[in-house]
């Protein structure tokens, strides 16, 4: 049983979108001799929520109890400078977490993607060992990697009547997309500020396959080892009355290019008039380059930069600074900070005036 909802709810966030360029990477320092290595296919997966990401490769054992990880860090959307391996942490059996010996490379690279590795020393043990590249990423977990068989996972799955054997598979995702011609007419005419993540290989994608994994065996047989242990009756009996109901939520925005003046633009296109699955509820905002600021932001109003973290929360509030996301911003003080930016950001008109009375978003 498959039962969708519709895409795209409610919120609405205006876009410029920037992409800027950086230089050449520096040459890596060089790393000791191997003794025991542990590869990891795939590589172990760390992030820091969507700005920098980090894939753990290998670690190897050397002399003196030494222990040494080699990973690769690429970024995502920080405009930060990449973290070094110098406040990379490593707990061994459970005990206190300790920094490295030594790491590689020392100097920040100016490209999108640092290899690299760090040493630690003091590890005797292969159980219980925790890695951590630096402060806010996620820690992965060291363990030999024996033949395993991968059955697929889910997002959520929910039992809200546990009297009976009915359970909600929900797959969720929250996606921004860019209208990438002027009338569109599919699911594919909106593409991501990453061009290659379009919309409609997304949502094929969850429709055909993400959604079908709450109906594999593995699943099935999961949730009804569940329904065994509430009910006391055996797997058998557990897997006839078993009803699994698929669910899609899909969250997000989605955005109209325009070169024109923000307050000479008409209404928002009814996208969901001619595209099957769209939400009537959907709000539009729109995009820009870089280089269309000066054509497409008024000069009388004030804008917000949203954080990343706060994307889909409503946006109320007075006066000229955002409990959220800070000060609001002139257009000069905007097109200023925009020289700075190193990929898209999302963009709110706030009040208007000089003395910045209450906005309708802000």
Same mark, same amino acid.
């Given at each position: 049983m498959v039962k969708v909802t519709n895409l795209f709810q409610q919120g609405l966030f205006h876009c410029a979108y920037l992409v800027t360029r950086l230089g050449p990477q520096r040459r890596e320092l060089r790393s000791p001799p191997a003794a025991l290595t542990l590869p990891f296919k795939p590589p172990l997966k760390s992030s820091k929520d969507v700005d920098f990401f980090c894939n753990v490769r290998r670690a190897t054992f050397l002399q003196g109890r030494q222990l040494r990880i080699d990973f690769q860090l690429k970024r995502g959307k920080s405009k930060d400078?990449? $973290?070094?391996? !110098? @406040? *990379?942490?490593l707990r061994v059996d459970s005990r206190a977490a300790s920094g490295p010996m030594c790491f590689s490379p020392q100097l920040r690279p100016d490209s999108e993607v640092m290899d690299g590795h760090v040493i630690f020393e003091n590890v005797d043990t292969w159980n219980d060992l925790e890695f951590t590249y630096a402060p806010g990423f996620s820690s992965v977990q060291l363990m030999q990697q024996r033949n395993r068989e991968v059955q697929g996972e889910v997002d959520y799955v929910l039992w809200p009547e546990p009297s009976t054997a009915r359970f909600v598979h929900i797959e969720a995702a929250v996606k921004f997309y860019l209208a990438a011609k002027e009338? /569109? *007419?599919?699911? !594919?005419? +909106? @593409? *991501? $500020?990453?061009p290659i993540d379009i919309l409609g290989v997304k949502l094929r994608r969850m429709l055909t396959h993400q959604l079908r994994m709450g !109906?594999? $065996?593995? @699943?099935q047989q999961l949730l009804a080892s569940q329904v065994t242990q509430q009910h006391g009756i055996d797997m058998a009996q557990s897997l006839e009355r078993l009803e699994i109901v698929n669910w899609l939520w899909m969250n997000g925005r989605l955005f109209f290019h325009s070169a024109g003046m923000l307050n000479q633009l008409g209404g928002a296109p009814a996208w969901h008039e001619r595209i099957d699955?769209?939400? $009537? !509820?959907?709000? /539009?905002?729109?995009?820009? +380059? +870089?280089?269309?600021?000066? *054509?497409v932001l008024p000069d009388g109003l004030f804008y917000l930069i949203l954080k990343k973290p706060y994307w889909l929360s409503p946006l109320k509030g007075t006066g000229r600074r955002h409990v959220d996301h800070g000060q609001l911003k002139s257009k000069q003080q905007l097109r200023e900070d925009a020289r700075s930016w190193r990929s898209f950001q999302y963009v709110v008109t706030g009040p208007e005036g000089p003395k910045g009375s209450e906005g309708e978003r802000c």
């Open positions: 400078d990449m $973290p070094l391996a !110098d @406040i *990379a942490t009338q /569109v *007419a599919n699911w !594919d005419d +909106f @593409i *991501a $500020p990453n !109906d594999t $065996p593995h @699943i699955m769209l939400s $009537p !509820d959907l709000e /539009v905002g729109w995009w820009c +380059f +870089f280089h269309e600021l000066d *054509a």
